[in-house]
């Protein structure tokens, strides 16, 4: 397949590997979600993540991931999913397409992206031990390495900075405290 989804083209075929379509049934029913979604391999994108709102399709660049690292995946986009962060990001994208001109907005967004990484990541990691822990750190830096780009409306494993990346990773190793980008919104919105 050929198709257009998210503002990239992309080189799409269905997964085959069964184990991967059980387990993110298995992982939908876990977290408390209502539909299972269609896992799509395509070589156009360099991390996994989620495309769309109404009907999400999770969109892996391989298959052979190993068992441990492609349950961290599948956990971390369909909690992704069921905390809707592609429509907020959606949102944050139109708030920034109309407020173009205001640097404030700018930066509010990149500390909301980094924020719903953030609290994505430590609901994953609830009730998770140091091993779960260092586990999901070596997913996301295995990620990193092969990543060369982005797609802004969607749930990339391994997006971010370096800086970015290493606040992330602290934080996953320190036990998941969380941040709250309300004061950087305050700011914003009393800026503009």
Known sequence: YVSCSGGILVEERECENNSIHELVVSTSHAIGLRQTMPVIISRKVNSPM??????????????????????????????????????????LTAVNALHWFNPFVYLMVREANADIELCCDADVLRNADSVQRKAYADSILTSMEREK??????????NGGINKMKERLENIVDNGKRRSGIVLLAVTIVMS
């Open 149 to 158: 780009g982005f797609v802004p409306v969607s749930t990339c494993f391994s």
């Open 50 to 91: 989620i495309l769309g709102i109404f009907r999400p399709v999770l969109i892996i660049p391989r298959e052979d991931y190993s068992s441990a690292e492609c349950n961290m995946i599948v956990r971390h986009e369909l909690t992704h999913c069921k905390r809707h962060d592609i429509a907020f990001k959606m949102l």
